[in-house]
């Protein structure tokens, strides 16, 4: 006659955080169902990270949410950085990748002021909030837990996030999209690499991508462009 086992409730949750956190068929249908959410609203898969880390007992620390010792810095350096990253990429780089200097995927929000709310919350949350938690906190968690924390290992951590942030945006902003979005990514992966916060990092992001729309609403694009290298 079998013997039945009595499992304690708290063992079967040991058990569940583990497989979730790990890299078993659980643990990766869980980073499946994480990456999947935005297909069906953004920002999903950021809260379904969030979501996952409760389950799974991993801190949220260990995906960059931090709190600041002060608010008031982070969020005034955070959007300065972000607003000078993106005048740096329209004015000095792009121009060397040969990009159009009007962004055309966007360029109907010119004067638009009908299309700013929804725009404005794509940047904001969808992108500041919800792509610095995926591409930084989710994905930079769960490659140092399966390549470990070395400075080969962090290197390729970084290499890889910004590759995968900028192939992105291809679909959408096509091969000047991507570049940008690779180099963009290699600044804050470097940032976040060093110090695994990601408070400064979501306000720089949307910042970054206020300032791009703030130039195709006014139509200062070409002459950003055009700034430095005329």
Known sequence: ????????????????????????????LAVAGVLLGNAIFIPLSAILALVWARFARIPLQELGFVRPQRWLPTVVGGALFGAALKLFMKGVVMPLFGADPVNQAFHYLAGNTAALPAVLYAVTVGAGFGEETIFRGFAFERLRRL????????????????????AEHYSLQGLAGVQQAT???????????????????????????????????????????????R
């Open 1 to 28: 006659m079998p013997v039945s086992v009595y499992e304690p409730p708290a063992a079967r949750e040991d058990a569940l955080a583990a497989s979730l956190g790990g890299f078993g068929p659980l643990g990766m």
């Open 147 to 166: 390549f470990g924390t070395s400075l080969a290992a962090t290197v390729v951590t970084v290499l890889f996030t910004s590759v995968w942030f900028g």
């Open 183 to 229: 180099v963009v990514g290699l600044v804050f992966g470097a940032i976040f690499a060093t110090t695994r916060r990601l408070p400064m990092l979501i306000v720089a992001h949307a910042a970054f991508d206020i300032t791009a729309v703030a130039l195709i609403y006014w139509e200062l694009e070409t002459a950003v462009a055009d700034a430095f290298w």
